[in-house]
């Protein structure tokens, strides 16, 4: 597609609840990031993938969360038995080639959690 | 471990007036440095990509510039309007493949009509 689409666009879940956050990137591009952006914050880095290989996950906070790429293509992150502070906006973001090669990145519109 | 801040933290700026927005980086091994621009409840539009041998770039009444050395950018907005309103964020790319683009928290601008 032409951007980065992210669903659901929003998703209001109750604390114990599964959730699973879609992330479609441009077509064709090999790398893919995850960043959680709490309210008023700037977005921190959850995890990155290299096509399908998830080669760096030191930022998701807890073994509650999980991501995916099985293709290397569209990713999904998940979040077990989710609790409040997980309440976030969720972004998903592609770039052209693998990362710290000098190229941007393109963000989608993200997913907001908010978990009561 | 890379940190990025941006000073100041909210602008409020009457209609037409020229203004800087602040970024600096701890570590200045990167290989670039983008700036975003976040309306509310929306996702991070990219305005510019500065290369780390580049010392500027330009796109409309936007302008980016970044000094390496110092560890600093700057991202100059002229004649601003109102539609400028929104929160403006830096993000400093690695000069290591695999590594992960480190955020600031932004700067909020409001421009008044």
């Known amino acids: 597609g032409a951007g980065v689409s992210q669903s659901p666009r929003y998703k209001v879940a109750k604390r114990g609840q599964d959730v699973a956050l879609r992330c479609d990137p441009i077509s064709g591009h090999v790398s893919l990031f995850w960043y959680q952006q709490a309210l008023g914050q700037g977005p921190e880095f959850l995890t990155y993938?290299?096509?399908?290989?998830?080669?760096?996950k030191s930022g998701l906070p807890s073994d509650r969360f999980f991501a995916e790429r099985p293709e290397g293509s569209v990713s999904t992150l998940k979040i077990q038995r989710t609790q409040q502070e997980d309440s976030a906006v969720y972004l998903c973001?592609?770039?052209?080639?693998?990362?710290?090669?000098?190229?941007?990145?393109?963000f989608g519109s993200g997913t907001r959690l908010t978990v009561v | 471990k890379q940190e990025v801040t941006q000073i100041p933290a909210a602008l409020s700026v009457p209609e037409g007036e020229n203004l800087v927005l602040n970024c600096s980086f701890t570590?200045?091994?990167?290989?670039?440095l983008q700036w975003f621009r976040q309306d509310p409840g929306k996702g991070l539009t990219s305005l510019l990509l500065?290369?780390?041998?580049?010392r500027e770039q330009t796109s409309g009444r936007l302008n980016a510039s970044l000094d390496k050395s110092s560890g600093r950018s700057t991202l100059y907005i002229a004649a601003s309007q109102p539609g400028d309103s929104a929160t403006y964020l830096c993000a400093v790319g690695p000069d290591n493949y695999g590594q992960n683009f480190v955020f600031g928290p932004g700067t909020r601008l409001s421009v008044l009509p």
């Open positions: 500065i290369q780390s041998s580049q």
């Open positions: 570590d200045s091994a990167i290989y670039n």
């Open positions: 973001a592609s770039s052209l080639v693998e990362a710290g090669a000098g190229y941007g990145y393109t």
């Open positions: 993938f290299q096509n399908e290989a998830q080669l760096d």
